[in-house]
């Protein structure tokens, strides 16, 4: 089988962004991409446009995102996966080169969340779970991931102020992206002090809605090495799945079963271990969740996440840099964005390209991107 | 739509499981149940996984122990006025789980994970039907 590289990457910065359009964000994206990988968009056989619909006013924007691209008449379509789109949108690309059809293939992934009034984002956030059972109850994005928060805290001792932990790694990690959103350090105590959201999770334990574009250029083999003469490999990939509603779920509710279903797929087609792994992009759209992914993804043992994180272990020089771009809680959620976002930090760092947070002598990345409350799971490796 | 009523707020009306809004009404918590394989569904379901039988329903008791719990600060847009209010997670004794409102009477230091609790059937304001946990 002929090996898939991910040869360009772009991002904008995340941040509130009146003063442009879904197409606008995802051009710029697409134009750091196309310029790094050193391409034009004329190689470009496919594209894949990642975000979640429900926050767009343009229905099926992937029809005029390729258009304002330049993209026509090659194949268009969008992929929705909530917060795992453009996680996903990769595995369909890297198909797409694997199965022949094509060659090359973009995948980009946006999302504009302030283009909805706060009432209608309340609307829609209103409907995140399953609306037959559980929304009629005034369910929550961040109360679904405090109940696990709490059952997490109660079966394993995990504290507030672990969880305080991670905000305060990925925010002091943002300083040092330029396109992180959020750009100042904060305190355990900030953390613990911040206005409660959904106990046990506090202001700081949450990402924030955020607008941006990632955009990943996908190649096969000889391509790639025509193009470039450092292509990162896609060498592992998982996508799995959980039930949606939590009562059809694990009673524990302390562990996302699809993050370690997609964990195991990924590392055995990539043929490595957890311990191999030099650094990881982890799904922390809550700082509980972020816990939750050091145990399910194999980093520590299950029930060990919060002490793993106050001890710094995933700190730059610790047993495994987590986040060091700021994660989805400091450098932003464009909930489309975010999976071809932690992509990128990784391309960057194992092309020995991250400046200031760069892991000496990085080989092998890993990415996690989580859709929704829990039930999709997407797990990509990536090797140089 | 008879299962129009259920929840303080319904996004879905149109269901094959309108029986579960009739006994709600009638105060009675209602799971499905396979005839073939046995499983045991809440909420209940039209169909079983299993892919061989019909489904009948079957009356829960309502008496259950506390999984999980949260209390909501910051709510949609239709639960605004209701905040702060508890959401939790329960097992019943048969065996399933229900994500339900539990009393807001409930100090959350009187809450323990592991407490005995039972579902409450309730009828609200303008006819509609709900359920809750409350302490038992």
């Known amino acids: 089988m002929s090996k898939i590289a991910v040869i360009g990457v772009g991002q904008t910065k995340f941040s509130r962004r009146p003063d442009a359009s879904i197409k606008e964000i995802a051009f710029e994206a697409f134009k750091e991409a196309v310029d790094d990988a050193q391409i034009s968009t004329g190689d470009i056989q496919a594209s894949i446009i990642c975000s979640a619909t429900h926050y767009d006013k343009q229905r099926t924007p992937a029809g005029v995102i390729a258009e304002y691209l330049g993209l026509n008449p090659q194949p268009t379509f969008n992929v929705e996966a909530v917060c795992a789109s453009s996680g996903v949108g990769l595995r369909i690309g890297w198909s797409f080169i694997s199965s022949g059809l094509h060659d090359v293939v973009a995948v980009v992934g946006f999302q504009k969340m302030t283009e909805l009034s706060s009432a ?20 929550t994005m961040p109360g679904y991931f405090a109940l696990y928060a709490r059952a997490h805290m109660q079966k394993y001792g995990t504290k507030p102020e672990q969880l305080a932990k991670v905000a305060v790694k990925n925010r002091f990690y943002a300083t040092k992206n330029p396109k992180a959103m959020f750009q100042k350090e904060i305190t355990v105590e900030d953390v613990l002090k911040s206005r409660m959201i959904a106990s046990p999770l506090r202001r700081y334990d949450c990402c924030s809605n955020s607008d941006g574009a990632a955009c990943l250029i996908l190649a096969r083999e000889e391509f790639a090495r025509k193009v470039t003469s450092n292509p990162v490999w896609v060498a592992g990939l998982g996508l799995a799945s959980s039930p949606m ?12 079963n699809c993050s370690a279903e997609a964990a195991n797929q990924a590392y055995k087609m990539a043929g490595v271990t957890a311990s191999d792994i030099d650094l990881a ?7 509980i969740t972020e816990i939750i992914n050091y145990e399910d993804l194999g980093f520590c043992e299950r029930g060990k996440g919060g002490s793993f994180a106050e001890e710094g272990q995933t700190y730059l020089g610790g047993k495994i840099p987590v986040n060091i771009d700021g994660g989805l809680l400091a450098k932003g959620h464009p909930v489309g964005a975010t999976g071809a976002s932690q992509i990128r930090t990784l391309v960057k760092q194992l092309r020995g390209d991250a400046g200031e947070t760069q892991v000496n002598d990085a080989k092998i990345g890993l990415a996690h991107n989580l859709g929704g409350i829990g039930m999709y799971c997407a797990v990509t490796i990536l090797k140089v | 739509m008879s299962f129009g009523k259920f929840g303080k707020v319904s996004y879905v009306s149109e269901t094959k499981l309108q029986e579960f809004e009739k006994a709600l009404e009638a105060g009675r918590i209602m799971g499905t149940k396979c005839k073939t394989c046995g499983k045991l569904y809440f909420p209940p379901r039209a169909d079983c996984t299993c892919m061989k039988g019909d489904i009948e329903w079957v009356e829960l008791k309502g008496n259950c122990r506390l999984l999980t719990y949260s209390t909501i600060y910051f709510a949609p847009a239709s639960f605004r006025y209701e905040v702060p209010y508890i959401l939790a997670v329960a097992q019943f004794e048969e065996g399933p789980t229900v994500l339900a409102p539990l009393n807001k009477d409930l100090k959350e230091d009187e809450i323990e994970i592991g407490m005995s609790l039972r579902l409450i059937p309730m009828e609200l304001a303008g006819g509609r039907v709900i359920y809750e946990l409350r302490k038992i």
């Open chain 1, 120 to 139: 209608e984002v309340q609307e829609v956030m209103g409907r995140s779970g399953d609306v037959m059972w559980e929304s009629p109850f005034g369910t």
């Open chain 1, 245 to 256: 509603t939590l009562t059809s779920r694990d009673t524990s509710l302390s562990s996302f």
């Open chain 1, 281 to 287: 992009e982890v799904h922390d759209c809550f700082t």
